[in-house]
Every structure is written in structure tokens, then in C-alpha cells.
């Protein structure tokens, strides 16, 4: 026995299971894509049994490449994309609907309606969110209104709700386990982060059952353990957090004051404001960093819902570059004397503006725009948006003049170029650590702290390693000219 921790990664766009060994390294890693529905305009869904299948699949292949047996790991960690709804039948497990994704805006009128209502200022107390189709409610609301019966079903307690997390447990657990996490919980717009409980008041806005919902725990804690069937042996499932806030712990972002920004499918920085629940007024969400043996750690996060994701419009949408990383090249290449601003509102944009109804835009483009600028205008996109989200969060806190530098992780980080242009635009340092699988990496450690197999919080937040800090290099004309044009081609956006 080595110590091995099995980390299920669930994303947006792809699911990872990497295997961990005893000294916290990569020793099998597995990675599988799934389809993207997107069945009409700013809607976004997922198959759940596709998610399940890539799940089972990455889980073998990633301990079938450590060359170890199931019986060789002390226990699972799983982190998820954060908000996505799935609606199951409890008595034969089969979703009723396909899985209505975080960036989904369907619910975008309905939100109005509840904001009309005078009601915002009750989600936002009691839950640190705003009123937006970001998050679960509306979308669980719109499930059990609109597949027939399912409000009923779900009164009756025939129907469960959950996150990623509680679905992949409830499966795994073969449906023992109806489980989640505080920081899961915390993104539903149903939770009360202050009192820590599934809030009445608010599901009887959003017309939600009690009897539908998962019981809600600590982030390393016993969520269960596998069908024996599975693997052959029963493993305990010991962590679970959203993947944002795993990234967090990943990047041992553990004292207040501490930042983090991770670049996926979206990008999204989150503060450790530590015991206090520190109140946005600048419209950033106020949530649970996570949540150790009964003690809840806060944090500040700013969510930006487009950010490699443009990357993936550039190589599917518009095929002008063949994968990820020729985006850095072709930037490099940019004109630099064409000012090119591409505001990436595929689904509306997030934090600090949540407009669900703005829509991408292009400003700028001369006859002369090529592959090139739109490379370079949508990876600078990322920066710009990571930089508006710092700004309000400089606002929100006081950092006492101690402030920690930013660290990112993610797939776009691998991007020297993207690293570079954001510390210029930001005006500030940015360190890039050695292991890039910080998001898998927290989970890991929730479980295997849980375990007793993996180092206590101090030991293990002392193991961060930087691989390189990217220091701004931009003359200060150059970065207020691109900020003033960047600035524009929001206000040109926005509903
Ligand atoms: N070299 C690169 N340059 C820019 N973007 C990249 C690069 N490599 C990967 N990406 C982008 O990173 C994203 C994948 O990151 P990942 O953390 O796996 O996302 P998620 O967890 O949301 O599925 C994709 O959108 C991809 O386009
Ligand atoms: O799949 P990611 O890594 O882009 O993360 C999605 C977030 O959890 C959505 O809130």
C-alpha cells in the first residue's frame, strides 16, 4: 500500500482520473472529451450517462497506467463542474432530462421575474449569490416545471437532485450514498452559507422539495464507499469539493488574503477572505472556500464564463487554428498597431457586470484582420476580464498592504504567452506552479488528509512549488491605451 489517492476530475468539457501516489505525484492520468449540446441559443447540456461512461473509462485507464490494483488505493476524491443540475430517478437511477449546464441561460427571464419581485437582496443574504442562470435553482426549477410530472415525483421524494458530485457518488455508491458538499451546495442558490443548511424560505420560492435533496457535508469527509462490483473492492469516497474550490486548496490558498485563478472552459479567481463572509459591492459572489471539520472558510470569487473556451470557438467554431496552442504562436504574430477587442458573451457575461443577455462581439477588425488578431483578442480577452474581476476584488478587500501574488492553473496556463499578456495587463506578478493539476491535486488531499495517508494542511501547503513567476514587462501607455479600447468594447456589450 502506497498511499494512492484516486482523483476524479469532472469538467466541463472533459472528465480526468489521475492516480496519486504516497509523495503527492502523478502516477497514471487519464482524460476523456464528451459531447457539448447546445440545443438552442445560450442553452447548454450534457448527457449524463456520457458523463458516467467517461468517468468509468478515465477511472480504469488511470489505474491501469500507475500499474497498481483498485485494493492499492486508500481512497477517492471527486471535483466537479460546479452548478450543473442533475435530476435522477431515485428507484432506477436514470436521469429525467439531460443535465442543464452551469453556462445554460434559459432561466434568464425567470431570474428578471424573481428580481422584479424585490427578491435578490434574499438570495444574496442568505447565499452570497446573485440572481443569475449561472446557478443551480433556476435550473432545477425549470426541470420540474417543464418534464411532465416531475414536480409531483419530486414532492413525493421519487426524484433526486444534484450537482456532478452527488450524481457520480450516487452511482459509484450504487446508490447508497445521497451526498454532497458544502461548496457544491454552496453554488445552488438554495444553501445558507451563514447557517450551513439547505434553506426553507428559498426552496419554497424556487418550488423545490426538501425530500429531493442530497445531505450535505463536510469537504473531506465519509461520502460513502464503492459498489464492491465496481472495482472489486470497496473504496471509501473521503473528499469532494467544486472544482474551483479544490483548485484553491490545490494551490494551498489556505491563509486569507490568498489568490487563486484558474483558466478551463471559464475562468474563475477566488479570494480566501478566512472566517469572514466579506460582502461584495462590486457584484462578486461571496462563497465557501471549503469547509474542514465543521469550520467554514469563505472566499470572494469572481466567475468569468468564457475563457479557453473561446479558444475551442477559434479551433471548432471557426477552424482557423488546428488545437490549443497554436493560439499562442499565431498571437505572437499579431499586427501589433490593429487594436482587435473580441468580448467573449457566448452565454452572457459574469462577474463584475452578469448580463446573461449580452452576446459575443468583435470591435476593431480592419480589412487587414486575420487569424492572427483573433487569436491574440481572444486570449487577451481572458486577461482583461481576470484583470476587472481583481480590480473589484482590490475593492472588497483590504489586504493591509499584504498582498500575495496570483497564482493560476488550468489548461490555458501551459500558454507562456497568455501568462506573460496577463501579468502585463494586470501590472503584476503571476506564478505558475509545477504541478498544473491543482484542481485534482485538492481533492486528492482532502482525501487523502482524510486517509491519514497524505500530510496534514501546513505540510502539505508547504509542498507548493513554483514553476515560474511571469513579471509584467508592458510599458504603462501601452497597457492603459489596450484597457481604455477593452473598457469600450464592454460598454459596447452590454444589454
Ligand atoms: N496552449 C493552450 N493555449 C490556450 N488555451 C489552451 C491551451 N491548452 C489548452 N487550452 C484551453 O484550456 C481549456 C481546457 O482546460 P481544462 O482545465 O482542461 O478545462 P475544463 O476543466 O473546463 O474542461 C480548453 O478550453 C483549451 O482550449
Ligand atoms: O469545468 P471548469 O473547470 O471550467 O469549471 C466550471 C466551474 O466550476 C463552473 O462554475
Known amino acids: 500500500m502506497g498511499g494512492y489517492i484516486l482523483a476524479i476530475d469532472q469538467g466541463t468539457t472533459s472528465s480526468r482520473a489521475i492516480v496519486f501516489d504516497g509523495k503527492q505525484q502523478v502516477a497514471g492520468l487519464d482524460q476523456k472529451e464528451f459531447r457539448q449540446h447546445f440545443p438552442k441559443s445560450g442553452w447548454v447540456e450534457h448527457d449524463p450517462e456520457e458523463i458516467w461512461d467517461s468517468v468509468v473509462v478515465t477511472v480504469n485507464e488511470a489505474i491501469r497506467k500507475a500499474g497498481i490494483s483498485p485494493s492499492d488505493i486508500a481512497g477517492i476524491g471527486i ?10 430517478d431515485r428507484e432506477t437511477g436514470k436521469p429525467i432530462h439531460n443535465a442543464i449546464v452551469w453556462q445554460d441561460r434559459r432561466t434568464s427571464a425567470y431570474c428578471d421575474k424573481l428580481k422584479k419581485q424585490g427578491l435578490e437582496k434574499t438570495f444574496t443574504k442568505k447565499t452570497g449569490l446573485l440572481l443569475d442562470p449561472y446557478f443551480s435553482g433556476t435550473k432545477l426549477n425549470w426541470l420540474l416545471s417543464n418534464v411532465k410530472g416531475a414536480q409531483a415525483r419530486a414532492a413525493k421524494g421519487e426524484l433526486c437532485f444534484g450537482t456532478i458530485d452527488t450524481f457520480l457518488i450516487w452511482r459509484l455508491t450504487g446508490g447508497k450514498s445521497f451526498v454532497t458538499d458544502a461548496t457544491n451546495a454552496s453554488r445552488t442558490l438554495l444553501y445558507n452559507i451563514a447557517d450551513n443548511a439547505w434553506d426553507d424560505e428559498l426552496l419554497d420560492i424556487l418550488r423545490v422539495p426538501r425530500a429531493m435533496l442530497p445531505e450535505v457535508k463536510d469537504c473531506a469527509a465519509d461520502f460513502g464507499v464503492t459498489d464492491k462490483e465496481r472495482f472489486g473492492t470497496a473504496i471509501p469516497i473521503l473528499g469532494v469539493a467544486g472544482d474551483q474550490q479544490a483548485a484553491t486548496i490545490g494551490q494551498a490558498c489556505f491563509k486569507p488574503g490568498m489568490l487563486k485563478s484558474t483558466y478551463g472552459t471559464g475562468c474563475f479567481a477566488l479570494l480566501n477572505t478566512g472566517k469572514d463572509m466579506v460582502r461584495s459591492k462590486n457584484r462578486l459572489l461571496t462563497t465557501i472556500a471549503y469547509r474542514l471539520d465543521g469550520e467554514t472558510t469563505y472566499a470572494l470569487e469572481g466567475s468569468i464564463f468564457v475563457a479557453g473556451a473561446a479558444v475551442q470557438w477559434l479551433r471548432d467554431g471557426l477552424k482557423v487554428i488546428k488545437a490549443a496552442p497554436d493560439t499562442g504562436t499565431l498571437a505572437e504574430g499579431a499586427d501589433p498597431s490593429q487594436e482587435v477587442y473580441l468580448v467573449p ?11 446573461p443577455d449580452a452576446r459575443g462581439a468583435i470591435f476593431g477588425m480592419t480589412r487587414n484582420t486575420g487569424p492572427a488578431e483573433f487569436a491574440r483578442a481572444a486570449l487577451e480577452a481572458v486577461c482583461y476580464q481576470t484583470r476587472d474581476l481583481l480590480e473589484a476584488m482590490h475593492k472588497d478587500w483590504r489586504s493591509n498592504g499584504k498582498e500575495t501574488v496570483l497564482r493560476v492553473d488550468g ?13 502585463d495587463l494586470l501590472d503584476a506578478p503571476v506564478d505558475r ?3 498544473l493539476e491543482t484542481t485534482a491535486l485538492g481533492v486528492a488531499w482532502l482525501a487523502g488528509s482524510r486517509a491519514g495517508v497524505w500530510p496534514k494542511q501546513e ?11 511571469f513579471e509584467p514587462a508592458m510599458d504603462e501607455a501601452t497597457r492603459k491605451t489596450k484597457l481604455k479600447g477593452w473598457r469600450n468594447a464592454v460598454k459596447r456589450t452590454l444589454t
Open 411 to 423: 489548461g490555458m496556463v501551459v500558454s507562456d504567452w497568455t501568462m506573460q499578456r496577463l501579468s
Open 433 to 435: 506552479p509545477t504541478i
Open 459 to 469: 505540510e502539505f501547503a508547504k509542498s507548493w512549488a513554483r514553476d515560474r513567476r
Open 79 to 88: 471535483t466537479n463542474q460546479r452548478e450543473t443540475v442533475v435530476v435522477w
Open 345 to 355: 458573451a457566448f452565454t452572457g457575461l459574469g462577474a463584475p457586470h452578469w448580463d
